[in-house]
């Protein structure tokens, strides 16, 4: 990612039945992938966790562009409204080791990982991973590794970390292997865990728009 773009992470809640309408809304929607490398950048539908949801990262060189797009997509088609009965996003900045969005040759099992941290904590945080990371990465793909803007006054900051497999078994067997590791996740030197919130859930990549 490079310097003045944005990432905007969004997500549709489907009603029950209406996921395959909400996909087939968005493969239509305008610039859904832009020849420079803007517009969609990956999609996912929820397998574990909150099902019936489609979420789907989009990618701008800039604010400008961010808001011009919306307007594009807001002439084009839509989910209906009694197939999506919600809708987020929330803008989403590069950790420093947060691999490129391209083209890879991923698992088709993701699991998506939401920690909430006091926004002072992110300088350690970061500094522990970038130490283990590529180490990290030998057992399984990062997707990415992303940080909230700290909400306006709030200082929390949202740390959303996503990880490839090839199935659930290798999921489940790397899991339990960087944690037997003792470097995964990184220690922080006999401190107490700066973590106040965790969340998880599983996702499939989106045919039409696996990750890049």
């Known amino acids: 990612m490079s310097a003045g773009e944005l990432l905007e992470l969004c997500t549709w809640q489907a009603r029950v039945g209406g996921l395959d309408a909400a996909i087939q809304a968005l493969q239509a929607a305008p610039r859904v992938r832009g020849d420079d490398g803007d517009g969609l950048a990956a999609a996912w539908t929820a397998d574990a966790g909150p099902l019936n949801r489609l979420i789907h990262l989009w990618r701008y060189r800039g604010a400008q562009q961010r808001a011009q797009l919306h307007a594009t997509a807001a002439q084009g088609p839509m989910p209906p409204i009694d197939v999506c009965i919600g809708f987020s996003s929330e803008l989403l ?7 490129p969005l391209r083209p890879r040759d991923l698992g088709s099992f993701h ?10 904590a992110i300088p350690d ?3 522990r991973w970038s130490s283990v990371i590529e180490w990290r990465q030998t057992l399984s793909p990062l997707v990415g ?6 909400a306006s006054g709030s200082g929390l900051t949202r740390l959303v970390h996503c990880w490839a497999y090839r199935d659930a078994n290798e999921w489940q067997a790397v899991r339990a292997l960087a944690r037997h590791s003792g470097r995964w996740p990184p220690p922080a030197a006999g401190r107490p865990t700066a ?3 965790q ?4 996702a499939l990549p989106v045919s039409f728009a696996s990750p890049r």
């Open 93 to 99: 900045e590069p950790l420093p080791f947060s691999p």
């Open 111 to 120: 699991e998506f990982r939401i920690y909430t941290y006091p926004t002072s």
């Open 125 to 127: 945080l970061v500094e």
């Open 145 to 150: 590794a992303w940080i909230t803007p700290a």
């Open 195 to 197: 973590i106040l919130e």
């Open 199 to 202: 969340s998880s859930y599983v």
